[in-house]
């Protein structure tokens, strides 16, 4: 019986997950979306190099044949490295990446924030509307913020 074999690796230009032209975006998407990818990538990001064992302990529970087929991945997308003493890092790329991830993060924590001040809302009977401009607005009892009660 021979063992399973891993997806291949998203490439640009190539059919993946959600795109059968393989946009750039998409390939990257693909990558991204893989289990453990993006929390392999997060391990990795103070800069200093994490050898496998240690990756794997501060990942949780990925398991080591997952663990393997994400940072041959993420080699592969030239994304992560091996150091010659042994460990992996982030290249130059990977480090790019992550800090063109930070402007989804900033809209990530917006979102959540947004989502809690909805959640207070629905617990105190006050329903929050958000403009057009992204403000929030709150109608305590019908009557909106700056009007008088009809």
Known sequence: M???????SPRPGQPVRGSR????????LDLLGRRWALRVLWELRDGDPL???????RSGDIS?????????ELREASIVATQ??????LTNEGRDLLASLMPLDTWAQRWADRAAE????EETGEQAHIDIDG?????????SPGTTPG
């Open 2 to 8: 021979t063992p399973p074999t891993s997806k291949p």
């Open 21 to 28: 032209t393989g946009r750039p975006v998409m390939a990257l």
């Open 51 to 57: 050898t496998f064992r240690e990756l794997q302990s």
């Open 64 to 72: 080591s044949s997952v663990l393997n087929d994400r940072l041959r």
């Open 84 to 89: 010659s003493g042994g460990g992996y890092h």
């Open 118 to 121: 909805a959640g207070e809302a």
């Open 135 to 143: 403000d929030i607005d709150r109608d305590i009892g019908g009557v």
